[in-house]
């Protein structure tokens, strides 16, 4: 009697390890997010912005959050009280810094591990007492991870100007710690956050890389200017481009036409980033779309000949406004803006120039050649589709234009590539005169 009972013990002992293996795995498999602190290190104070997965957070408050559409409004006032609670510094003299908690907004997500979800983002104005350093102090944080003892907050430095970090997209920041709560005591730990100072020039070099970046993921800017390029090597004639105007001429054009763009966004940088001029960015970034649309349109057909200049300088203000919103929510200092507005306009001037410079070679060479006539009119049509889609985006009517539009700045190198390829296989041909397209 007693065989059957053991052979029966041992499949069910080895099923119930199974089921326990497979519930495990697939706990590992669907890890929950992480909750994000990430600093921004000024002068004066610290700006922390805080993400809270609101699943995670209806675990730790037992609030309605999860597929909620009413979930910031019902809670805005109990998760700021929350935070305010859960948040305290302190100075390495033991003195307390003030804590303000700013207005929560909610936003989609994704972690690799996790998936797509949504988070509470809400911002904090962290304040030392006089005399201490925003760069060594003591964090004390445990919304969430006091009653899910799972979960786990990455704190990092998105910004510090002094040391070159300006992390605009919130990606690569430096790594300051993790906070979860010990498993041997029970308790979450604090967080001494201590980072080295940094000096002007590290700065000053920070924001000229800052200035390269933007130019270099901001294919509008580029392909404004570009666009408006594409015509300077040819003569116009009867409403039409006609041939090739000569090297002198197609380079002293081009000199004049980024000379002139340059000028306008850097006058309007400027005062954009002082908040002399404050102009929301939602018409703006509409407008430098329309911008594209125009320059897309002559390139096809002259519409303001000899007049190429004016317009760069004109649509530069537009353009310079945009890249002022980089600078002014930095809320640097006055000697820390006046070196940022040079550093900036030194990295977007050099990010340009090496655009042009490994560009506008092959469109010469090609304008010499009745090549340069479809290179134009595809590369033309290809800018005007892409700032027709733009345009949609920016003004609230979600197309598919927008979209490929937005996928352009990684078509780049192999554009040039195409380009340089035409360029090449230019010089088979005999130089001759284009006829009026």
């Keep these: 009697m007693t065989r059957p009972q053991t052979a029966l013990a041992f499949p069910l002992g080895w099923v119930l390890a199974l089921v326990l293996v ?52 019902q809670y805005v006032t109990a998760l700021r009280s929350y935070l305010a609670g859960h948040l305290a510094l302190s100075s390495s003299s033991g003195a307390a810094w003030t804590v303000r908690i700013g207005e929560p907004t909610i936003s989609a997500a994704r972690q690799t591990a996790t998936g797509a979800y949504q988070e509470f983002v809400v911002p904090a104005r962290l304040t030392p007492p006089a005399g201490a350093s925003v760069r060594d102090f003591t964090l004390q944080y445990d919304a969430i991870v006091r009653e899910v003892k799972t979960h786990s907050v990455l704190v990092s430095v998105r910004r510090d100007w002094e040391r070159g970090l300006n992390d605009e997209g919130g990606s690569s920041g430096v790594e300051v710690g993790v906070i979860r709560t010990d498993p041997r005591t029970g308790l979450v730990p604090l967080l001494p956050v201590n980072q080295e100072k940094g000096s002007a020039w590290q700065g000053f070099i920070g924001i000229v890389q800052l200035g390269m970046h933007h130019i270099a993921e901001g294919t509008d800017h580029l392909l404004f200017l570009l666009t408006l390029l594409l015509p300077a090597p040819l003569l116009a004639t009867s409403r039409r481009w006609a041939g090739f105007g000569g090297a002198r001429r197609s380079l002293l054009n081009i000199v004049r036409i980024t000379t002139a763009f340059t000028v306008g966004h850097s006058l309007t940088l400027l005062l954009g980033t002082l908040r002399i001029v404050n102009v929301p960015d939602a018409p703006i970034e509409a407008l430098i779309a329309v911008s594209i649309l125009v320059s897309a349109a002559h390139a096809l057909r002259p519409i303001f000949p000899g007049r190429e200049m004016i317009i760069a300088g004109s649509f530069g203000l537009i353009h310079g406004l945009a890249f002022s919103y980089t600078l002014a929510e930095l809320n640097l200092s006055a000697w820390q803006t006046a070196l940022s507005l040079l550093g900036f306009n030194l990295g977007i001037e050099a990010m340009q120039l090496l655009v042009i410079a490994v560009t506008m070679p092959w469109l010469i060479l090609l304008a010499k050649t009745r090549l340069y006539s479809p290179v134009r009119v595809v590369a033309a049509s290809v800018a005007f589709l892409a700032a027709l889609g733009w345009f949609g985006d920016r003004v609230g009517w979600k197309n598919p234009l927008g979209t490929l539009a937005d996928g352009l700045g990684t078509t780049g190198p192999w554009a040039l590539l195409a380009l340089a390829l035409l360029g090449l296989l230019s010089l088979a041909f005999t130089p001759k005169t284009q006829q009026p397209v």
């Design 22 to 73: 497979l519930l495990s795995g697939r706990s590992l498999a669907h890890p929950m997010p992480t909750t994000t602190m990430q600093l921004d290190l000024h002068s004066d104070f610290v700006v922390a912005e805080l993400a809270l997965p609101l699943n995670e957070l209806q675990l730790a408050t037992g609030w309605k959050l999860v597929n909620n559409p009413l979930a910031l409004t």
